[in-house]
């Protein structure tokens, strides 16, 4: 929930800012005062009224910015810009803001680690009351409902007042543990696995909550797994692949016990999902689940879907042209690339089955042999490009060879992988 330190600049705002400045000063004189505060109905397709509060104070150059964004923003709202309007042009501004100061400290600390992640958090805490302060009670609650829906129900369910407020609460809860969870880590009270391990439990519990609130049912849509939403996706996953309905159902079918089976996994190791268990077994879950596709599908169409599907393919045959590749070149990196991936996992789930089984690893040895394996493959496909088309699709992000991330699979709600 957290959001990254980035310079974001819309157009729009920045129009409507303009407008906005130039209506003031048509219409008001610097000297007017601030209008009385009252309460404003909400646009037709917004469901709740807008408490102002107190009155913002009077527009001063030199006062402090949460003020004058206050004053903006009334007087933008007397003017009848949506509260949705007012919060993005709100939110923006509190962005520049902040992105001025992280670039300052971002010399100051040489961009260490540490730091920015303590003033990512600050800006995270912070971003409440700085909204709050802009928007007012009844504006900053509605502009976070809308936050609320956006996260928590991808499926767009309808939620009554009633239902909304107690969400609310749930999720106000989950970011502020959330935000104990970093700050503990900053102090050196968790490491990183332990503050995993404690947001995933935070998580589920959630989730758990949220289930009991509105029914396994309505839950499921909220979050889209359920069968319709699933079988809509399915299809559109596997367009192209064209399958039959004979297929479909099995395609389906295979989907669904994917979901169940992922979600005892999910519930096994809840405290624990950073272990290697966890992360083995959902790897096993995976293969058995595409190794079903592809007797479904058959290995050549099932080979070709994953393909197109791959990102990395996808860049590649996007950008052919000015990266001087063709369907040649491009398959046979990509080639490479799974050679790659396939290679490193396997390397790593011996090792850890060894582990497993009472043996110990050497991983100061497996990381060295994982390092001098991604430096010939390198290697190997520098000879082929040449020094320019390798750099340039190293700069693009399509050669990452990091042994820890390597999944490239076939759509269809694949979290985790």
């Known amino acids: 929930m957290s959001r990254p330190i980035s310079y974001r600049v819309s157009l729009g705002l920045n129009v409507i800012l303009a407008i906005a400045a130039v209506g003031l000063a048509l219409h008001r004189p610097p000297s007017a005062p601030a209008p009385v505060a009252q309460d404003v109905a909400a646009p037709a397709n917004e469901s709740r009224a807008i408490s ?27 003017m009848g810009v949506p509260n949705k309007i007012l919060a993005r042009i709100v939110q923006q501004d509190i962005d520049a803001t902040w992105n001025k100061y992280a670039a300052e400290l971002t010399l100051k600390c ?58 609310y609460g749930l999720w106000k809860k989950l970011q502020q543990r959330e935000q104990e969870l970093k700050q503990a880590r900053l102090d ?83 405290d624990n999902m950073s272990s290697t268990a966890y992360n083995e077994q959902i790897k096993a879950l995976d293969t058995a689940r595409d190794a079903q596709y592809q007797s479904v599908l058959g290995t050549n169409v099932f080979s070709a879907l994953q393909k197109e599907q791959d990102p990395n393919y996808s860049r590649m ?24 991936e396939k290679s490193v996992a ?19 040895t497996i990381n060295k042999n994982l390092q001098q394996f991604s430096q010939q493959v390198q290697q190997s496909l520098r000879n082929y490009l040449g020094d320019d088309r390798f750099n340039r699709l190293q700069q693009n992000g399509v050669l990452q060879f990091n042994q820890n991330q390597f999944s490239y699979n076939v759509k269809g709600d694949y979290k985790g992988n």
Request: charged share 30%.
């Open 52 to 78: 102002i509060g107190t009155a913002s104070p009077k527009f001063h150059p030199e006062a402090p910015r949460s003020d004058q964004r206050r004053f903006l923003v009334d007087e933008l709202r007397a």
């Open 110 to 167: 040489h961009g260490d680690a540490d730091t920015m992640a303590a003033l990512q958090l600050e800006i995270d805490t912070n971003m409440d009351s700085d909204m709050r302060a802009a928007l007012g009670e009844g504006g900053f609650k509605q502009w976070d409902h809308e936050n609320l829906l956006r996260e928590t129900d991808p499926g767009k369910i309808p939620l009554s007042p009633v239902e909304t407020d107690a969400a």
């Open 188 to 270: 050196g009270k968790m490491d990183v696995a332990d503050m995993t391990d404690a947001h995933d439990k935070a998580y589920a519990e959630f989730n758990q909550q949220m289930k009991a609130l509105l029914g396994d049912d309505r839950y499921a849509k909220s979050q889209q797994t359920d069968d319709g939403t699933i079988a809509a996706n399915l299809k559109q996953d596997f367009a192209k692949a064209n399958p039959t309905d004979s297929q479909f159902q099995q395609l389906l079918q295979t989907q669904q016990q994917w979901n169940e089976q992922r979600a005892e996994i999910d519930k096994q190791f809840q």
């Open 317 to 340: 045959k996007k950008y052919e042209t000015i990266w001087g590749l063709d369907d040649s070149s491009i398959d046979s990196i990509y080639g490479t690339l799974k050679y790659y």
């Open 346 to 364: 396997d390397y790593q789930t011996q090792a850890h089955a060894l582990e497993a089984n009472g043996q110990p690893a050497d991983w100061t």
